[in-house]
């Protein structure tokens, strides 16, 4: 049986991690800003459904590599960072001509987003090493239920409530935002400025991984 020590300072970090603002919550926003409620609302699920990947590879064991071979978690974060900054990148060059096409390129954006946010989420070795610190912590090796199962509920339960974290972000920006947006011109500053948050955000993985 968890002590309610070790319970409750677990639910204590999840929350605090969850809903201060992190990487996670930082690119749910900017594709909000960029793109509008639909992409951010993408994006918090393309970053959920990512969240399983750390979850399988914890529950495999695998997670611990990133313990093991502290090169090979640098290589992974260096990789996501110039994703991230690539991202980024690329909705600002979006943005010429962007008068014109904002209303036709609504929902590829969010498809967009979507599929992006699965790779950032995967490509961010933070999450397998919170999920490999903490979660072991509360498997009951007494218990009928396998060792990996245990992991992997509690891994979809801490996922549930990022993504939680998440929607509530892009629910407040986009709602802020919706009283901003006026015209095809604000949208394009809108998209330039997601656009530098995500290099921004790029650039903080580097110097963190350094």
């Not at 001509?97 to 989420?121: I, L, N």
């Not at 007494?142 to 993504?163: C, D, E, K, R, Y």
């Not at 901003?180 to 530098?196: P, T």
């Amino acid at each position: 049986m968890v002590s309610f020590d070790v319970l409750f300072a677990f639910v204590l970090t999840t929350a605090i991690m969850a809903f201060v603002p992190g990487p996670a919550v930082l690119y749910a926003m900017a594709r909000t800003v960029a793109s509008g409620r639909r992409a951010g609302l993408l994006a918090a699920l393309g970053i959920h459904l990512g969240t399983y990947v750390h979850i399988a590879s914890t529950s495999a064991g695998l997670s611990a590599l990133f313990r093991a071979m502290p090169a090979l978690y640098v290589g992974v974060k260096l990789a996501g960072a110039a994703y991230v900054v690539w991202i980024g990148i690329s909705m600002m060059r979006s943005t010429i001509g962007a008068d014109k096409t904002s209303r036709a390129a609504a929902p590829r954006s969010g498809s967009r987003a979507f599929v992006e946010s699965v790779f950032v989420e995967i490509l961010n070795p933070t999450t397998a090493l919170f999920f490999l610190a903490f979660l072991p912590q509360l498997v009951n090796a007494g218990s009928a239920v396998p060792h990996w199962a245990q992991l992997a509920m509690l891994g979809t339960a801490v996922g549930f409530v990022f993504t939680l974290a998440d929607v509530t972000y892009v629910l407040l920006a986009s709602t802020v935002l919706e009283q901003l947006k006026r015209s095809s011109h604000l949208e394009a500053r809108c998209r330039q400025v997601g656009g530098l948050l995500l290099m921004g955000l790029g650039v903080q993985m580097v110097l963190r991984a350094s």
